[in-house]
Antibody, heavy 126, light 106 residues
Framework: QVQLQESGPGLVKPSETLSLTCTVS????????WTWIRQPPGMGLEWIGF???????NNNPSLKSRVTISVDTSKNQFSLNLSSVTAADTAMYYC????????????????????WGKGTTVTVSS | SYELTQPLSVSVALGQTARITCGGN??????VHWYQQKPGQAPVLVIY???NRPSGIPERFSGSNSGNTATLTISRAQAGDEADYYC?????????FGGGTKLTVL
């Protein structure tokens, strides 16, 4: 059974870079897409970005170029770097395994997250 | 940008049927996925690709998607179904989540 575990600092200073790692156990990281999602306190889910099986990435345009997602297959881990953080980046951060495919009836690519980590809280404060 | 609209809250009597909607322009042309999030927990996938249940999700959970509305239906609602529910689609180059619906079981 695949399990995901987020790790990283719980407190980051404004203007610095938030760095989180997601460790995948019980399965290979090479067979899926992997996603980061966050949830500010009391608010809804926000997609940050994902990394594909080939290593290409796709990020939320609202986060512009602040996001970097990478994968280390040797460690079965993938990581998130979010630069120039502000208080608005304070949130619970989740990593998730992502299924992808193509629906030929709708001519539509789909992606959904079927396994989630428990999440890690990150606070941006001086 | 594409937007998904969900009611802020839905209430259902114990044992009755709850329906949570997710509105979007021509959403029926996309695949919709639904997540359940209980307080203090990570989200859990309950419906994927409109109407498919992952293993371990009760048959009481079902989904439909047509036109401008996708619907998550929870039959025979139980107290344990109280949670926030989010719909999600992929729109060309990025993910979109609905704002979430809080389900209360009375």
């Amino acid at each position: 059974q695949v399990q995901l575990q987020e790790s990283g600092p719980g407190l980051v200073k404004p203007s610095e870079t938030l760095s989180l790692t997601c460790t995948v156990s019980g399965g290979s990281i090479s067979s899926y897409y992997w996603t980061w999602i966050r949830q500010p306190p009391g608010m809804g889910l926000e997609w940050i970005g994902f990394i594909s099986k080939s290593g290409s990435t796709n990020n939320n345009p609202s986060l512009k170029s602040r996001v970097t997602i990478s994968v280390d297959t040797s460690k079965n881990q993938f990581s998130l770097n979010l630069s120039s953080v502000t208080a608005a980046d304070t949130a619970m951060y989740y990593c998730a395994r992502t299924n992808s495919g193509y629906d030929p009836q709708k001519f539509y690519y789909y992606y959904y997250m079927d396994v989630w980590g428990k999440g890690t809280t990150v606070t941006v404060s001086s | 940008s594409y937007e998904l609209t969900q009611p802020l809250s839905v209430s259902v009597a114990l044992g009755q049927t709850a329906r949570i909607t997710c509105g979007g322009n021509n959403i029926g042309s996309k695949n919709v996925h639904w997540y359940q999030q209980k307080p203090g927990q990570a989200p859990v996938l309950v419906i994927y690709r409109d109407d498919n249940r992952p293993s371990g999700i009760p048959e009481r959970f079902s989904g439909s998607n047509s036109g401008n509305t996708a619907t998550l239906t929870i039959s025979r609602a139980q107290a344990g179904d109280e949670a926030d529910y989010y719909c999600q689609v992929w729109d060309s180059t990025f993910w979109v989540f609905g704002g979430g619906t809080k389900l209360t079981v009375l």
